[in-house]
């Protein structure tokens, strides 16, 4: 049976970095959603939700999710985010996947220091030194990827693991987030 990992936590926790590291240890495939996104025509009616600073619709998120999950193993970095897309995730693919989420938790505190850091080294997303920006997002991961990860916890036909990647050492932390997958 393929699997889906479905990498879960706040700003800063190391999603991108543990899916990266994952896809080329084991050959996933490895759906950023941001990026998947960003990479979008300008003019594709997505590019043009998100340009009028509007959510893209669950509805517009699912037809994209669903075209990359094909016949390979893959890991889902930044979907699902809400508690709709947490139960289309598992009403439409716990039968034909082996599902495992894997929340990355992390203290707030862990989480700015970690955002400061990639400022402070000139990586990470634009609107990082964005202070109000990076509030926003961090209420949001709170209220509304929050509900979903506990959902997810307890819903039928998936595993689901917690790792605390709070080890300095980045390999550290990946052999936490290896441990969970056997």
Do not use: C
């Not at 936590?9 to 996104?37: C, I, P, W």
């Not at 947490?86 to 992390?106: G, S, T």
């Amino acid at each position: 049976m393929k699997k889906i990992i479905v990498m879960m936590g706040g700003q800063g926790v190391g999603k991108g970095t543990f899916s990266n590291m994952l896809a080329n240890r084991f050959e996933y495939d490895h759906v950023e959603t941001g990026a998947m996104l960003r990479a979008l025509p300008s003019d594709s009616p997505i590019a043009q939700t998100i340009a009028r600073g509007e959510l893209v619709s669950d509805e517009m998120l699912f037809g994209l999710i669903a075209d990359k999950l094909g016949n390979s193993d893959v890991i889902l970095d930044g979907f699902p985010r809400t508690l709709g897309q947490a139960k289309w995730l598992v009403e439409n693919f716990a039968d034909k996947y082996d599902i495992r989420v894997i929340y990355l938790e992390i203290p707030e505190e862990l989480m700015l220091a970690r955002i400061n850091k990639r400022i402070r080294e000139g990586g990470g997303r634009s609107d990082d030194a964005d202070v109000a920006a990076v509030r926003r997002r961090l209420d949001t991961f709170w209220n509304v990827t929050v509900p979903a990860i506990e959902w997810l916890r307890n819903a039928q036909g998936i595993k689901f693991a917690v790792v605390h990647p709070d080890d300095v050492d980045t390999n550290k932390n990946f052999e936490k987030v290896l441990s969970v997958l056997n």
